[in-house]
């Protein structure tokens, strides 16, 4: 069982960076592909990126525009979603999961986390 922790979430004033991590158990990142969704009140799960287990392929969804930016550290055991100048439409609540292939269908991703939460002040 793969357990997925994020952190990171919280107040964030608009144009201010923010960096959500999210830390897998007991060492096995590297066996996953590692993607970010996040969902706004009252809105569908959307998918944001997904990173290969070795950092090397990254697919991001068509309707990002830039500011968010994947990465994982597999010694550390952690993927990151870096926010940079967030606007009021990210808000929502970011959650990790972990797939075997690299997609954006989140019904192939198998362990998700509980996700942390994102509040823009503008």
């Known amino acids: 069982q793969v357990q997925l922790l994020e952190s990171g979430g919280g107040l964030v004033q608009a144009g201010r960076s923010l960096r959500l991590a999210c830390e897998a158990s007991?060492?096995?990142?590297?066996?996953?592909?590692m993607g970010w969704f996040r969902q706004a009140p009252g809105k569908d799960r959307d998918f944001v990126a997904a990173?290969?287990?070795?950092?090397?392929?990254?697919y991001y969804a068509p309707a990002q525009k830039g500011r968010l930016t994947i990465s994982r550290d597999n010694p550390k055991n952690t993927v990151y979603l870096q926010i940079n100048s967030p606007e009021a439409e990210d808000a929502a609540t970011y959650y990790c999961?972990?797939?075997?292939?690299?997609?954006?269908?989140?019904?192939?991703?198998?362990?998700w986390g509980q996700g942390t939460q994102v509040v823009v002040a503008s």
């Open positions: 999961a972990a797939a075997t292939r690299l997609t954006g269908n989140p019904t192939a991703f198998d362990y």
């Open positions: 990173i290969s287990r070795r950092g090397d392929g990254i």
């Open positions: 007991e060492g096995v990142l590297s066996d996953f592909v």
